[in-house]
């Protein structure tokens, strides 16, 4: 079954989905990994306290970047308020693989929802145990 996982985050990592930038989206924040040099920017179109488009733009390891299209997928279309509660859990169980245990690999992980709180709570810096 992990294997399945794996696959996954491979071709997301190759062939990210909302890879890019906006133009003029209502939010954008960038956040990095200075132990790795992971680097996500995320863009948000919001209307009507709704995400009604997303795209991540960055460099990094195979699970950053998937993690990232991971989430551009899951948050689309989502409310704002819900956005601002997803958990590192959620996110955990949609890479699918285990890496609680590895505390670098978790960090790559988490890196987009951590700029992704940071960008919705309007703040420079998201603690990492969001």
Known sequence: MEDIYREQILEHAK????????????ISHEEHN????DRVRIDL???DERIVDVRFSGRGCAISQAA?????DEIKGMPVARAK????DELLDLIGIPLR???VRLKCALLSL?????GLYG??????EF
């Not at 703040?123 to 990492?128: A, C």
């Open 15 to 26: 062939h990210p989905h909302n890879f890019g930038t906006m133009e003029t989206p209502t």
């Open 45 to 47: 179109l919001i209307d």
């Open 123 to 128: 703040v420079g810096h998201v603690d990492d």
């Open 114 to 118: 951590k700029t992704l709180k940071a």
């Open 68 to 72: 990232a299209s991971l989430l551009t």
């Open 34 to 37: 200075p132990l790795c040099g």
């Open 85 to 88: 509660q997803f958990s590192k």
């Open 101 to 103: 245990t590895n505390p």
